[in-house]
């Protein structure tokens, strides 16, 4: 790659960092080139985990394609999902029960919970505070225990169907969740606590990484990381789906654009996911899970047993999938990282004939370069943590 | 060819305004507007929509396969305009011999990988990209895998 090769000056040095590099959150590899310490030049080489998951949905039923989807970004699998289903619906004209739809929301709220623990973690442990790695990992457990109860998973869920979800959650369900719902705003506290005013954490990341709002536009950056820098703006609450126009919830931004405030944007982010889930808890509608779609929606269990015509759909959707009529499509979602959109393209059979993840992330580093030319080598590793990339969301 | 209902969506007029002659298809569907920009103008049309429409956001740039048929690529632009919260899709018809057509990144940034990916998946060209290599893939590797006619096992 003739771009990689950057001639070597007098003073300046190539530093090649990853794709092995604990703190490049996967495989990524950076190629770096310093003047003393300051990074003169930040080039990204991305494609170690590219799978092909887009070609892999090509030869896929839609149904099939819902577990590819897990793959792509494995620290929120119900994000992706949704987006894809939602996608799905929106080629059908398809619209799941309202029961369904507020689950969604509570299962993404949490998921984005987790995904942010994730990031709080490792991007702590990045710059040097292990303590909060243990308590945020701690609480994550918790929520892969309630994605365990409804999907049998804790990470390829898979739950989400075209129509509504695979199976009405279990009884002690809700139960659970309003048991972490109680404990967990006061571990936000304990995070906050040990980092928010703490003197080391501020000065490894106040004023560091400073992205204006005009490059994060520029370069396409979304989600947290672009509410940091002063842009107001959550598909939630803008182009809102799957019912979030029925939450009240507060979209936290902050103007100054470095990696506190980003930190200081999830960490409210985190807050606000609580009280949506709380509202999905409290106002949960009664009524089924899945749409009454004949030839999409799998039958019920005991229809199948009993009736003839109902075995027949169970045996059609299952050995050749449904058909979606011709069109395309693009759906886009707030994910933990930004918006996520599914580009889905039908030509009429049961097969989807084109998807296209807009993966958030992807944009998202883009921007490194911007974000960290000029600054020290060791701000890096606070840079690359700031935004909060999935490598294998970015590769696809 | 255009239909009324397409001809009176804001975004249409204005593109229609600006070069009566850039607009070749469009199409009003699911609540998704799309615009079929001819190739010569696209780059026009793209710093016309940033400028005057509010459209300074650039989503996702891909492209579609519709092997055999021609014109076989379609380029796929989806626009952002942040104050009227509003999508719009643009597609470039492209024929199969030589795909090329400008590359946006002068007009938004963002576009520089979208671009690479998908000249690396497609092997679509894009004059006037700064950097136009292979992205997701290896630096040696051969064809281009979201093409159609590229088998899902690879080539063994």
């Not at chain 1, 702590?124 to 990992?137: N, Q, R």
């Not at chain 1, 080391?200 to 979304?222: F, M, P, Q």
């Not at chain 2, 795909?99 to 497609?122: G, I, K, Q």
Request: net charge negative.
């Amino acid at each position: 790659m003739p771009e990689l090769e950057i001639p070597a000056g007098e003073r300046n040095m190539v530093l090649n960092m990853g794709p092995q590099h604990p703190s490049t959150h996967g495989v990524l590899r950076l190629v770096l080139e310093l003047d003393g310490e300051t990074i003169v030049r930040c080039t990204p080489d991305i494609g170690y985990l590219h799978t092909g998951i887009e070609k892999t949905c090509e030869d896929k039923t839609y149904h099939q394609a819902i577990t590819l989807t897990d793959r792509i970004d494995y620290l929120c699998p119900l994000t992706n999902n949704l987006c894809y289903v939602l996608a799905v619906e929106k080629l059908l004209g398809l619209e799941p029960p309202p029961r369904a739809q507020w689950v969604r929301v509570m299962l993404n709220e949490l998921s984005r919970i987790a995904s942010h623990l994730v990031w709080l973690g490792t991007h702590a442990i990045d710059i040097g505070a292990m303590s909060v790695f243990l308590y945020c990992f701690r609480e994550r457990e918790e929520i892969l225990k309630l994605f365990e109860m409804v999907a049998g998973q804790r990470m390829m869920t898979s739950y989400f169907r075209v129509g509504g979800l695979a199976l009405e959650p279990p009884a002690d369900f809700l139960k659970r969740v309003q048991k972490f719902l109680q404990i967990f705003p006061g571990r936000i506290e304990e995070y906050e606590n040990l980092l928010t005013r703490n003197r080391i954490w501020i000065g490894r990341t106040k004023g560091i990484g400073y992205l204006s709002a005009a490059d994060a536009l520029d370069l396409g950056v979304s989600g947290p990381s672009a509410r940091a820098s002063g842009i107001d703006w959550d598909l939630r609450r803008d182009n809102p789906y799957s019912s979030y126009d029925k939450f009240s919830f507060a979209v936290p931004v902050r103007q100054e654009g470095d990696v506190y405030a980003r930190y200081l944007v999830r960490v409210d982010e985190m807050r606000e996911s609580v009280k949506i889930v709380q509202q999905a808890v409290e106002g949960l509608p009664e009524g089924p899970v899945q749409a009454t779609a004949r030839g999409v929606v799998l039958p019920p269990r005991e229809k199948m047993k009993t009736e003839m015509e109902a075995l027949i759909y169970h045996f059609k959707i299952v050995t050749e999938g449904f058909r979606v009529p011709p069109g395309e499509v693009y759906q886009a979602i707030e994910s933990p990282r930004g918006e996520m959109g599914y580009y889905v393209v039908s030509d009429g059979t049961s097969h989807p004939y084109r998807v296209k993840v807009r993966s958030p992330s992807f944009a998202n580093l883009q921007a490194l370069p911007r974000i960290a030319e000029g600054r020290l080598l060791a701000d890096m590793i606070a840079c690359i943590g700031s935004i909060d990339i999935v490598l294998g969301e970015i590769d696809r | 060819m255009i239909s009324s209902e397409v001809a009176e969506m804001p975004d249409a007029v204005a593109v229609l305004e600006f070069d009566p002659a850039a607009l070749a298809d469009g199409k009003f569907d699911r609540g998704e507007l799309t615009l079929v920009i001819w190739p010569e103008p696209l780059r026009s049309v793209c710093e016309f929509l940033k400028a005057q429409r509010g459209y300074r956001y650039l989503s996702d740039v891909t492209a579609v396969d519709w092997y055999p048929s021609e014109p076989r690529f379609e380029v796929v632009y989806h626009l952002y305009c942040h104050e009227r919260h509003e999508r719009l899709r643009l597609k470039c018809r492209l024929s199969g011999e030589q795909p090329e057509v400008a590359s946006v990144t002068p007009v938004w940034s963002a576009a520089n990988w979208y671009e690479r990916e998908v000249f690396d998946l497609f092997g679509i060209r894009f004059e006037g990209h700064p950097h136009l290599q292979r992205l997701l893939m290896p630096e040696d590797w051969q064809g281009h895998p979201l093409r159609k006619d590229y088998p899902v096992t690879g080539y063994r």
